[in-house]
């Protein structure tokens, strides 16, 4: 079996799903990160690189000089190898695994390491800004607290295709489609709630170290955010009993798309608008290939596209699909996700 992924793997996606289909191992997926100075992230990557293809390790990790984001998979019969490995690296050390809630072997088909100038893209450029000044910390407790104190404000920090699927009870859910919206907005959508505590929560933990540094730089004083994010919230629910009060699907970023936390469906069906559905697609046609949340029999109506116009077009000559290309990539691209969704009420 071919565990090697080499840097530049020129494989189409189809290809790669495909090989990894045949690497029928179970796997754990799991998630971490840490704001750790690393000095050359060049030579961390290519150390990373080489570790965890031997090990058969596949998904998509960021790394900068102010750390590590990875979401990742590991056969299960070398999870402690890679355990053991990651312990030596003076980095990682001790650093927290969110594991997934779903086992799935195909959360991720390949291993892609990328150095970038930070882990979390926030659009940040203000020297007077201290990042490290972060909130504290809230348990899965403390969270359920907030839900229910008329004098606290719960805010969603993920994006609104995130939140739209899941969130926590009365959260605030900006209507943004990347985290540099939502770091401009979010101050100036609360300013009405400056005296209130504030709790602050996204996927994983990672948004929420730098949001609630940014929003006490705003003057917001009393800013906490929820550890581990709603993948950590889930295993804490589950082994002290507490009520869950997250509703719907936590959206995840690997093949799965989502992990489901309550049992509710919140959103409906992009495409009639009127059936329940928290499945997200991607549509079928590669110019396009917008995600949508489409109910069973649209998804079967449109043939998995999202519209008809997608439908039409995937069918059309090479030569024609070129011309729509450069248009959808001109006037739709920047338009069509807001134009598809519904903004959720729940
Ligand atoms: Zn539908
Ligand atoms: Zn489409």
Known sequence: MNTQTPINDMRSREEKRQSALLDTRPRTTLSFYRYVQIENPIEFRDRLLAAWSK???MGRIYVAHEGINA?????KENFAAFDAWVQLQPELVDVPYKIAVEENNLSFYKLTI???????????????FDASNTGEYLTAAEMNEYVDNPDALVIDMRNVYESEIGHF?????????TFREELLIVPDLIKEHKDKKIALYCTGGIRCEKASAWLKHKGYTNVKHLKGGVIDYKHQVEEQGLPNMFKGKNFVFDERLGERIGNEVISNCHL???TKSDTHHHCKNKI???LFLGCESCVAKYNGYCSRWCQITDKAPKKAKKV????????????QFKKTRLRTVA
């Open 55 to 57: 090990l058969g390790c």
């Open 71 to 75: 979401q990742m998979n590991v056969p």
């Open 114 to 128: 990328k150095v970038r100038p930070k882990i979390v893209a926030d659009g940040l450029d203000d020297a007077t």
């Open 169 to 177: 009870k009365g959260a605030v859910t900006p209507n943004v489609d």
């Open 272 to 274: 009639c608008r009127t």
């Open 288 to 290: 396009c290939y917008v």
């Open 324 to 335: 729509f290309a450069r248009y959808y990539n001109r006037y739709l691209k920047a338009t």
